[in-house]
Nanobody
Framework: QVQLVESGGRLVQAGGSLRLSCAAS????????LGWFRQAPGKEREFVAG????????SYLDSVKGRFTISRDNAKSTVYLQMNSLKPEDTAVYYC????????????????????WGQGTQVTVSS
């Protein structure tokens, strides 16, 4: 098992930047594929970005490509989401999640494939 705790969310103006962090404890961090998801009010939780166990492969939601960057530091058991050029439509609760079963080269986008979740951190982008 792994426990995940997100931080870094806050209110920011459109065009600004934020870096979210997700610290893990418990099981071997490097054995999990990791993802960032978000959920806006009244909407389904959606995949935003994912990173393979080694960090060598990443995947992004089309609407955040070129603006968001996911990274991980296995030595610190932490995954990051750098968000630049933020837009009001990025407003949501952001969650990190761990997938224990994905192949080392596969990043799955289906939230039901992720077994472990953090409590979420609120990101609000004002226009």
């Amino acid at each position: 098992q792994v426990q995940l705790v997100e931080s870094g969310g806050r209110l920011v103006q459109a065009g600004g930047s934020l870096r979210l962090s997700c610290a893990a404890s418990g099981s071997t961090f490097s054995s999990y594929t990791l993802g960032w998801f978000r959920q806006a009010p009244g909407k389904e939780r959606e995949f935003v970005a994912g990173i393979s166990r080694s960090g060598g492969i990443t995947s992004y939601l089309d609407s955040v490509k070129g603006r968001f960057t996911i990274s991980r530091d296995n030595a610190k058991s932490t995954v990051y989401l750098q968000m630049n050029s933020l837009k009001p439509e990025d407003t949501a609760v952001y969650y990190c999640a761990a997938d224990p079963r994905a192949l080392s080269t596969l990043i799955r986008r289906n939230r039901y494939e992720y077994d472990y979740w953090g409590q979420g951190t609120q990101v609000t982008v004002s226009s």
